[in-house]
């Protein structure tokens, strides 16, 4: 087989370890909140509970993402053709791709639910918090 299959082959199993690790960090909430792996939303990124929730229901699909790329590169490898090994990296990215982006699309929507944290006694943003409804001389406003 030819040096670019394997290196193919080899890059796909690579990313597919990497999304199992990511994917099992993610189902339980051990993954901190970073601009570089996993569920990266602004919905997620809004803060930790956001990106535990994004990431927790995410994982499932980012896990079987990982699986699907481990075992295309894999079979790519060890193809008894150049034909079938294209054919499987083909395959296998492909399902990874949409694997991971229903992941992400279902995580984003997962931490769009969540509510916003609550202003602390404040019924919204302001200068002075004797003008707004709910805000009274013990609350957390800061005029």
Do not use: K, Y
């Amino acid at each position: 087989m030819g040096l670019g299959l394997d290196i193919v082959g080899g890059v796909l199993a690579a990313v597919g370890c990497a999304l199992v690790v990511v994917g099992v960090l993610g189902w339980r909430r051990r993954l901190p909140r970073n601009r570089v792996v996993g569920v990266r939303t602004a919905a997620t990124l809004r803060d930790d509970e956001t990106f535990a929730v994004g990431n927790q229901v995410g994982a499932p699909l980012g896990i079987a993402a990982g699986v699907v790329a481990a075992l295309g590169g894999t079979a790519a490898i060890g193809a008894p053709s150049v034909a079938a090994a294209w054919v499987l990296a083909g395959v296998s990215g492909i399902g990874v791709v949409g694997l991971a982006l229903l992941g992400g699309v279902l995580g984003d929507r997962a931490a769009s639910r969540i509510a916003l944290p609550s202003l602390g006694g404040c019924t919204g943003v302001c200068t002075g918090c004797t003008m707004v409804e709910g805000c009274t001389a013990g609350s957390q406003c800061r005029s």
